[in-house]
């Protein structure tokens, strides 16, 4: 069976409320996973977009009732972390993963200090492109490690050739195209984001309700 990963990733707008509906969405569709983004606006690498992450951001004053929702939804959270100080606040909730998203592995000066600090205990879910497959090979392995093939482009076209070394896909294209397509080739993980309408940030790329009870439908199928 297919596990399906939800991101609520910026989908929540700043609200703590839609959050916590994102997350609730999530169980009702089938999901297996909810997953949001953890980072600190002024330690990002690109500070030209400052001002989105200031409003997009999941404040830490947030966690405690996040995974107590998730807990309550029967749903387990996990977050994608930037910083070794996001590995240190989530792991007092017991995550079952840490996520790193695809670009991290060359644009963040810390990547190996991050992974070295999740390498305690907690499995790692890697998503890579082509670009940086080279510098994430050599991290990912452990057991119960993940390794999924992203795509570029938000939203990313539609594409049959599927790598054959990735055990899924992290998804952005516009529809199920591609996690339709992931599925034939008989992938154990998809990720795809999750919105409860089109006025969020992530709108082009990310499945209402019914198609993310649809995913979950085909993938546990």
Request: aromatic residues 12%.
């Amino acid at each position: 069976m297919t596990k399906v990963i939800a991101d609520i990733s910026g989908n929540h707008g700043g609200s703590l409320d839609k959050a916590i509906e994102l997350i609730g969405a999530a169980a009702d569709c089938g999901c297996d996973y909810a997953k949001f983004q953890y980072y600190h606006p002024r330690m990002m690498p690109d500070q030209e977009h400052r001002m989105l992450y200031d409003k997009l951001h999941v404040p830490g004053g947030w966690l405690q009732e996040l995974f107590e929702s998730a807990h309550r939804y029967g749903i387990p959270l996990f977050a994608s972390i930037f910083d070794f100080w996001g590995v240190t606040e989530l792991e007092g909730y017991c995550p079952p993963f840490f996520k790193i998203a695809s670009p991290e592995s060359t644009r963040l000066t810390n990547y190996d200090e991050i992974v070295g600090q999740i390498r305690r205990g907690t499995p790692i879910i890697f998503s890579a492109g082509e670009k940086d497959w080279p510098g994430i090979c050599a991290k990912w392995g452990r057991a119960g490690d993940v390794l999924l093939f992203c795509p570029e482009g938000h939203p990313t076209p539609p594409d049959p050739n599927f790598p054959f070394y990735f055990e899924g896909l992290s998804d952005h294209c516009a529809d199920l195209t591609n996690s339709i397509l992931a599925l034939e080739r008989g992938v154990n993980w998809i990720e795809r984001h999750i919105k409860l309408d089109d006025d969020c940030i992530d709108a082009a790329f990310s499945s209402n309700p019914k198609e993310m009870a649809e995913l979950c439908r085909l993938a546990h199928g």
